[in-house]
């Protein structure tokens, strides 16, 4: 069980030996799921001394819920069974598609906000969490795109969601912040309608800010604007274990250290204030 | 859900292919102008998805290549093969094939083998764990029975024949090599590439090991396998062989079939 304080890290191929030597004081590891979906070999050993030393969540990127095709079976028994045979404390996939027509793009595309998607969704996520048989988090993305059929807010559809499912809501509140810059949206008002029970897991990263947009790079540290997001979400939906996410320019693991001792003295103060 | 199929559609066809953005962007919202610019990005984030999941599995082949001509060798594979799973590690299967057929593969002919070993590679890293084996039980049985057991192969094992030394080219571009950089190019080798414990070991092995490996790979007993090497070269060991791949659990176990 990972305590709503826990703060943990991506574990990344560059940071194993050093995690294992050095067992640095983490509320949990998250790995990507797809990168274990392999019989066994040394990435496996890898995943299962961690999970022996940590709790573990296992973040999914290439399930595709929300693809029009019919949903990806083979990918889902993949996941069945590392969730079987690590049985990490989280599992998590996000509210977005990858690819249709049998084509994929390895992208976490956004979706249309609509009642059609609500529905595919919300059958979607029963189904993977029959298999799997434990409930979920599902996470907002980052969008450069929005679309004119939308016809509701994302975070409406994310709780309701939550609501016909019984699962949770994983907070990335760098893809909040990018996407309210991108579109000229409040990022306050998306923490108005959620309530702290839906809320299973939080993220932060980085961003790239580039001339044709906020892109959602996880290359950097946590910019201040997200902090300030975190502090409020903190406040008003109480800590959450919250997650430092940096998958590209990895640095060294010092730096994630760094910004994950940010985060707990955050989500710790605001904790109190909470309660 | 003909609304969300067509709008995926298009969508899919936009980051495909930059001259159908127009489909696309009748589902966008806001300025056509910026959301042209905004569908690039995710078009470059399938381009580097595909870019960096072969990196991944074809490191000899990208350090061989350089970072730009490997990007080039991406797109190729991306418009020939693209990805049609949301498991990056089964993406680049075909990599050996697209540079076979690519001006690459005409300029450095070796390639295309390089790539049949590094995928063979990548595949026995992932690969099931093999039991441990004592093979001692083996010699307990009579010669007759001997010669008809077939061995069990450690998920992963595979053989890839070239007539370039592909294996000494690996060889040299394994991160801390440090001895001569020079090869051979008159010899062609036959690659073993199988795990060794949790570390994939390649092994050049001479054409009679070759033809009793893949012989036996392919199901054959151990006796009617030793023939076919025997056939090739005269001199063929097999308890050398064996000992060696027994010690090294690539061998992980035999079935007999039981008298009647």
Redesign the interface.
């Given at each position: 069980m990972i305590s709503n304080l826990a703060v943990g890290v991506g574990l990344r191929q560059p940071h194993y030996a050093e995690v294992f030597e050095r067992r640095p004081a983490l509320g949990f590891l998250e790995v990507h799921s797809?990168?274990f979906?392999?019989?066994?070999?040394?990435?496996?050993?890898v995943l299962e001394r961690a999970r022996a030393a940590y709790p573990i969540s296992l973040h999914g990127?290439?399930?595709?819920l929300?693809?029009?095709d019919a949903l990806?079976e083979q990918?889902l028994a993949?996941l069945r069974r590392l969730v079987e045979r690590i049985e990490p404390d989280l599992v998590s996939e996000h509210l977005s598609?990858?690819?249709?027509?049998?084509?994929?793009?390895?992208?976490l595309?956004p979706?249309?906000s609509?009642r059609?998607?609500l529905d595919?969704m919300s059958a979607r996520i029963d189904r993977v969490q029959d298999v799997l048989k434990r409930p979920i988090l599902v996470e907002n993305v980052s969008a450069?795109?929005?679309?004119?059929?939308?016809e509701m807010s994302e975070f409406a559809l994310l709780a309701e969601l939550v609501r016909r499912t019984g699962c949770r809501l994983l907070l990335d509140l760098n893809n909040l912040y990018v996407n309210a810059v991108?579109?000229g949206t409040d990022p306050l008002a998306a923490l108005n309608e959620l309530a702290p029970a839906m809320i299973g897991e939080i993220h932060l990263a980085g961003h790239a800010d580039t001339d044709?947009?906020l892109?959602d790079t996880h290359g950097t540290r946590v910019c201040a604007e997200v902090w300030s997001l975190y502090d409020a979400a903190c406040r008003r939906l109480g800590a959450h274990p919250t997650l430092i996410e940096w998958d590209t320019d990895l640095p060294a693991l010092d730096v994630l250290l760094d910004e994950a001792g940010i985060a707990a003295s955050v989500a710790a103060r605001r904790e109190v204030a909470h309660a | 859900?003909p609304?969300?199929?067509a709008?995926?559609?298009d969508?899919?066809g936009a980051?495909?292919d930059a001259r159908e953005s127009a489909r696309a962007l009748?589902?966008?919202?806001?300025d056509a102008v910026?959301?042209e610019?905004?569908?690039?990005?995710?078009r470059a984030?399938?381009a580097a998805?595909?870019t960096k999941?072969l990196g991944a599995a074809y490191p000899v082949i990208e350090q061989v290549l350089g970072p730009s001509a490997f990007a080039i060798l991406a797109r190729e594979y991306q418009r020939m093969a693209?990805?049609?799973?949301?498991?990056?590690?089964e993406?680049g299967a075909a990599l050996a094939d697209v540079v076979a057929a690519h001006e690459m593969g005409r300029s450095l002919p070796y390639l295309a083998d390089l790539a049949r070993l590094e995928w063979a590679a990548h595949r026995?890293?992932?690969?099931?764990?093999a039991a441990p084996f004592d093979a001692r039980a083996i010699a307990q049985l009579p010669a007759h029975r001997q010669a008809a057991i077939r061995f069990v192969w450690a998920?992963g094992t595979a053989l890839v024949v070239s007539e370039f030394p592909i294996v000494r080219i690996w060889r040299i571009h394994q991160a801390g090599f440090d001895g001569e950089f020079s090869v051979d190019w008159s010899t062609g080798e036959v690659a073993l590439v199988a795990?060794e414990g949790?570390?994939v070991a390649v092994h050049a092995v001479d054409r009679g090991d070759a033809a009793f490996i893949a012989a036996s790979l392919a199901g054959e007993p151990v006796g009617a396998a030793a023939e076919r090497a025997l056939a090739i070269d005269a001199a063929f060991d097999l308890g050398r062989l064996l000992t060696g791949l027994i010690a090294s659990n690539t061998i992980c176990g035999y079935t007999s079939e039981q008298e009647p």
């Open positions: 797809e990168n979906f392999l019989d066994g070999g040394a990435s496996m050993r990127v290439g399930l595709s929300g693809s029009a990806a990918h993949k598609w990858g690819g249709v027509g049998g084509r994929h793009f390895n992208d595309l979706l249309p609509t059609d998607v595919l450069y795109v929005a679309y004119r059929d939308s991108n579109f044709a947009g892109i | 859900m609304d969300l199929l709008c995926e559609h969508i899919a980051l495909c009748r589902w966008l919202a806001g910026l959301n610019r905004r569908l690039a990005i995710y984030n399938a998805a595909t999941a693209p990805s049609t799973s949301g498991d990056l590690n993406l026995a890293y992932g690969a099931a764990d998920a795990r949790l570390r």
